[in-house]
């Protein structure tokens, strides 16, 4: 957060809207242009090389990537958390209301035995429903 005399500026996100020109892209880039914390992006890539690319040229915080370019090919999405830490890339379907987010996430491990806590603490499906009076 960066302090100005009497006033405080809000840190942006950056966020890119990838999707094939539908109105699911429309509506999400419509939604998400009202809040003055984003900054919003939109790119229309033809495939996972395209994305790759426009993640390095705008070099967003988070990437929304409709049902038309879901990442298929789990080596890209690995080199795309491992290239940019911080990054949360969200699929959105227009047939229903789930969300799927991916980020990148390190544990480190004293002992093998420390795996299975780690998979026990993450978490199940049904503790991600949020209902909309829990959103905002």
């Not at 939604?31 to 003055?36: E, G, I, M, T, Y």
């Not at 795309?80 to 959105?92: A, D, E, H, W």
Request: glycine residues 6%.
């Amino acid at each position: 957060m960066t302090q100005s005399p009497g006033r405080y500026q809000l840190k942006t996100t950056r966020v890119l809207v990838c999707d094939c020109g539908t109105l699911l892209g429309l509506g999400v880039e419509s939604v998400l242009a009202s809040d003055k914390d984003l900054v919003v992006f939109s790119a229309l890539p033809e495939d996972e090389v395209g994305l790759i690319k426009a993640i390095d040229w705008f070099k967003p915080e988070v990437v929304i990537l409709g049902e038309c370019m879901v990442v298929s090919d789990k080596t890209t999405l690995h080199h795309i958390l491992v290239k940019y830490p911080l990054l949360r890339l969200i699929t959105i379907s227009i047939d229903n209301n789930w969300l799927h987010i991916y980020q990148r996430q390190d544990i480190w491990l004293d002992k093998a035995s420390g795996l299975t806590g780690v998979i026990r603490n993450v978490r199940k499906p049904e503790e991600n429903l949020l209902d909309n009076a829990s959103i905002g």
